[in-house]
C-alpha cells in the first residue's frame, strides 16, 4: 500500500504492520461519525435519488404481482455483486442451479455457481431466516456464513471475524486494520446502525458501507456482505416495500471509480465525491430497476396473449407464471408442477415453443428450455 498517497485529510491513522511480505503500512479508520459536512449542493441530487426510490417502492406496494418481480431481481443482483470480485456464470446455468438442477459443468464453474447462488440465498435469508433479527453484528456474521458456505473461502472462518492481518490486490492496494483493532471498530460500526444518523438516512447508508470496507473484518467475502448489508440498509432506513434498490450493477459499470471513490475516503477525506457518485447510481439504478420491471410485466401480458394464441388452457397459463421462478426449465419439473403425465407435458411445452416462449437449449443432461425474452431481461 502506496502511503504517500494519504494527505494530512485522511480519515484515519496508519500503522505497522507484520505480513506474510514483510513489514507494511495498514490503514485504521476512524471511528463514525464523521465531522464532515453535507454540503447543500447535493441536497437536489438526494431529493432525486429518494423520489426515484419512492417511485421504485410503489411496485412492491400496488403491484399484485410484486413477488414474481423480486426473484429476477435477485438474480440480476447476486451476479452483478459476484462480477465484481470476478466471478462470472452463465445465466441458463446459474438459475438451474439455484432451483436445485445439476448440469455438466467442470468443478471451477461448479464453484462459481454455487458462490453466485449463495448471494440469492444471503439475500434472501433477511425475511426468512433472520426475519427477527435487527441490524446487528450477528446479522453480519450470519450472511457471510451463508456467503462462504461450501465454496472457496469456506476454510476462512465463515460467519467469524478474522484474527489475521488480511490485504486487498497484488500488489496491495489497501491493508485494512490489524486484527485488534476491530473489536472497538464494530462495536461502534453497530452503535451506529442505531442510533439517529447525523445525515439523511440514505447518506448514512453510504457511509456506512464504506466503514465496513474499510474495517475488512472478515478474511474473504468483505465486498458481498458489504452491498448485501447496503441493500438491507436502504430497504430499511427508506422504508421500502423489499429489497427493490440494488447498487452492484451501477458499481460493476463503473468498477474503477467505485473502487477509487472508496480508497480517496480513506486517503483524501473525499466524502462529497462519493457520496456524490452513489447518489448518482441510486437514481440510475431505481430506474433500471423500474425499467426492468415494467419490461417483466409487459413480458407477461404478451405470455398470456401468446398463450392464447397457442389454444391456450389455464394449465399453459400456470406453467408461464411459473417461468418468472423458473425461467431454465424442464419437462418433469413441468409435469409435477402440473400434477400430468410426461406426455402432457411434454406437449405443453412444445406449444410454448411453438408459441415462442420457450426455446430448447443444449445443457445435459436433460432436455432443457429457456424462456429467453425473460432472461434477457433479467440479466440485461
Known sequence: MDIEQFTDKKTGSLTRVSSSSGEVWAFVPDELPTDWEFSAELWPLLVDAMTAL?????IG????????LRLPLHWHEAQRSSNLEGTFTSPEQQILFDIGHKTETRDEDAGDLKEVSNYTDALMARERDFAGLPLSLRLIRGLHAILLRGVRGANKEPGEFRGVQVGVGSPLRYVPPPATHLEPLLQNFEQCMHISPPYHKLV???????QIEAIHPFRDGNGRVGRL??????????????QWLFMSGFYFRNKEEYHDRLL????????RGWIE?????????????????????TLREQYREQTGEAGGSIRLSQIT?????????RIPEIASFTGTSYPTAKTDVERLVSAGILVEIDLPPQRTFVARKLVDIIFA
Open 54 to 58: 419512492a417511485s421504485l417502492s410503489s
Open 61 to 68: 406496494r400496488y403491484l399484485p404481482s410484486a413477488e414474481l
Open 204 to 210: 448514512w447508508a453510504f457511509i456506512l458501507h464504506y
Open 229 to 242: 448489508l447496503l441493500a438491507m440498509l436502504i430497504a430499511e432506513w427508506c422504508e421500502l416495500s423489499g
Open 264 to 271: 480517496k475516503i480513506s486517503t483524501h477525506g473525499d466524502w
Open 277 to 297: 457518485f452513489s447518489l448518482t447510481g441510486v437514481i440510475e439504478s431505481a430506474k433500471d430497476t423500474d425499467s426492468r420491471c415494467q419490461k417483466l410485466l
Open 321 to 329: 407464471e411459473l417461468l418468472f421462478k423458473k425461467p431454465v426449465i
